[in-house]
């Protein structure tokens, strides 16, 4: 940052980080294959660098731009990162609250849309994500993603269509 250049008061930064926090680590760790620890180290550099930009320059377009960003990096982190089997075994833990069958139903429900979810198009994915877990709105996501807005709309009417149609009860 240079002397010239505005910084973020900290009240505005802690509200953001409040707000961001979480919808920005389930993107990124949908993005890396639910590696918490490696999602979690992409929005820390994430706020670290709106830590340095001029708060006159994105203050209009923060979340799409903190999305951008976080996006960035966990590509970056991808390209470098070898690839390593997911063991599908691996489950969080029930709430010990419900009782059995209620766990049986989530975890049916949950892996029919996670199997769902893995079926849409990358593109697909991610716009969904973007809206869903960021909140975005459609200029937003098309900031975040390059597509246009139009774009932007047809890949979440698929997805949606999509996920209706594998997810709808008979």
């Known amino acids: ?3 010239s250049q ?3 008061p900290t009240d505005e930064l802690s ?3 409040d707000r961001f926090e979480r919808p920005l680590l389930a993107y990124a760790s949908r993005m ?6 490696e999602a979690q180290d992409a929005v820390q550099e994430t706020f670290l660098r709106l830590c340095r930009e001029d708060p006159e320059k994105i203050r209009n377009r923060v979340a799409a731009w903190l999305f951008f960003v976080c996006r960035s990096r966990v590509i970056d982190m991808l390209r470098t990162k070898k690839p390593m089997p997911i063991d599908a075994s691996v489950q969080a833990m029930p709430d010990l609250a419900q ?3 209620e766990v049986v139903s989530d975890a049916e429900e949950q892996t029919q849309l996670l199997a769902a979810l893995d079926d849409l198009t990358p593109k697909q994915q991610e716009v969904l994500r973007l809206r869903m877990q960021g909140g975005l ?3 937003e ?6 597509l246009t807005v139009t774009n932007v709309g ?3 009417h698929a997805a949606v269509k999509s996920l209706h149609g594998r997810l709808a009860t008979p």
């Open 1 to 3: 940052m240079t002397d």
């Open 6 to 8: 505005a910084s973020w």
């Open 15 to 17: 509200t953001l980080v």
């Open 32 to 37: 890396l294959n639910g590696d918490w620890s």
């Open 99 to 101: 009782t059995a069958p």
């Open 137 to 139: 709105s459609y200029r």
């Open 141 to 146: 996501i098309a900031e975040v993603t390059g």
């Open 154 to 156: 047809f890949h979440l």
